[in-house]
């Protein structure tokens, strides 16, 4: 049963996500006990509201990489239960487990150099696949985060199973691929297929705290003049 002040607390942070600045958020965010906040962030991964849920995976993001800072078993202690998300024992679907694995990463070199290959993984029919078609959205969206700041991290297996993504029937993976190629600033427009050049669907980005929406031929014309897509 979940303790009153527990229930308080989480009551807290899912107000604290619906804030519309997150430097506000943030601030308020780290006034609560980082070992409390952990708990209740994992549980926003679940939320119906969509923002809500993106908006806890990058609070995770900047949790896990001041965990590191201060304590690197207690971050690693995180990055586990995230894997354990994702692992089909766990008796879960793991929402959210890959997007905060990639938000993690891409803010913690250290915690990066142990568990980068693991999130790579999660692509490899070789590796740790993650067959669930949503979960296979979440960490094309991890991989290309982790890749905004840490593009030379992209191997070349991983590179061309983010180019098979981009003939995907599901219009966000393609979004996402494209994305993640963008990031590890190894997208040509010359080397993509010709339906992503013409692809008209629409896909939400998030920009690390709010959703706006694009064209994935925006984001494939358009990608010399994106050092990033956050």
């Known amino acids: 049963m979940t303790k009153p002040h527990g229930r308080k607390t989480k009551q807290k942070v899912g107000k604290i996500l619906q804030e519309s600045h997150k430097g506000t958020a943030m601030e308020m965010l780290e006034r609560i006990p980082d070992d409390q906040l952990v708990g209740h962030l994992f549980s926003h991964f679940y939320h119906k509201n969509e923002l809500v849920k993106f908006r806890s995976i990058a609070a995770m993001g900047a949790l896990g990489s001041r965990m590191g800072q201060k304590n690197m078993e207690k971050a690693r202690i995180v990055m586990r239960r995230i894997m354990w998300n994702l692992n089909d024992e766990s008796g879960g679907i793991g929402w959210g487990s890959p997007e905060a694995m990639g938000e993690i990463l891409g803010l913690s070199p250290e915690l990066a150099r142990e568990f980068n290959s693991i999130l790579f993984s999660y692509l490899d029919p ?83 705290w709010n959703f706006y929406t694009i064209r994935i031929l925006d984001m494939a014309l358009d990608w010399e003049s994106h050092k990033t897509f956050i």
């Open 126 to 208: 070789d590796g740790n696949y993650l067959e669930h078609e949503m979960l296979q959205r979440g960490i094309l969206w991890g991989i290309g985060t982790y890749l905004a700041s840490n593009s030379l991290d992209l191997n070349e297996k991983t590179k061309g199973l983010l180019f098979g993504y981009l003939h995907s029937s599901d219009p966000v993976k393609r979004g996402y691929a494209v994305r993640a190629l963008v990031n590890a600033k190894c997208f040509d427009c010359s080397l993509v297929p010709e339906n992503i050049l013409t692809d008209k669907h629409q896909i939400d980005l998030f920009t690390g």
